[in-house]
């Protein structure tokens, strides 16, 4: 339920934020939150490896480590 609450607050946002430990990268969910192309920013603790880089930046989300 909480996941669900989560799931309308990104719908009526205007922009996304995703604060994540590097971790957390490479790895699969328990529940499927957003898709990329609905995020906006991506906030980590590392740089990331070049993948999710290139990634970040085909998908036009700001990358902030």
């Keep these: 339920s909480e996941a669900e609450i989560k799931k309308c607050m990104i719908q009526q946002a205007e922009e996304v934020a995703l604060l994540v430990d590097h971790t957390k990268f490479g790895r699969t969910a328990f529940a499927h939150l957003l ?5 906006d920013y991506l906030v980590t603790d590392q ?10 930046e085909e998908k036009n989300i700001q990358l902030i480590y």
């Design 35 to 39: 898709d990329l192309d609905d995020l």
């Design 47 to 56: 740089k990331p490896e070049e993948e999710w880089i290139r990634l970040c």
